[in-house]
């Protein structure tokens, strides 16, 4: 997925981004420097005891840094109407290159707390 950001800085900081945007309650440090932190492979060895929602978030982080995450296009549509924008924004961002993705990072819509579960 390098292709689709400037460098690994910048998918570490899409990643932190839409963590925070998302409001999960374990966003502060899933990144350090250009990858994700040991407290983000922690949190994926012991996705059980996330939400469904959190656990969709997480593997979609993952699935940025290594394609490993294997989140469904389905299990997209399990996300609440915020979450559901976050993603699919990230992932309009995405396809239209590094630019887009930076923009998405310095401007992209925040949560307007239409929905309560992640």
């Known amino acids: 997925m390098y292709w689709l950001f400037k460098d690994e800085s910048q998918m570490t900081r899409a990643i932190q981004t839409l963590a925070t945007r998302a409001e999960l309650a374990f966003a502060d440090g899933l990144t ?26 997480l593997r979609f982080m993952q699935d940025m840094w290594n394609g490993d995450g294997k989140v469904g296009v389905a299990e997209l549509f399990d996300l609440d109407a915020d979450n559901q924008a976050l993603v699919l924004g990230l992932l309009a961002a995405m396809s239209k290159g590094p630019a887009a993705v930076e923009q998405w990072i310095e401007s992209g819509p925040a949560k307007s707390h239409e929905g309560e579960q992640a």
Do not use: A, M
Not at 34 to 57: A, C, M, N, T, Y
């Open 32 to 57: 350090t420097g250009h990858k994700p932190s040991e407290r983000f492979w922690k949190l994926i060895d012991g996705l059980g005891q996330l939400s469904h929602g959190e656990q969709v978030l």
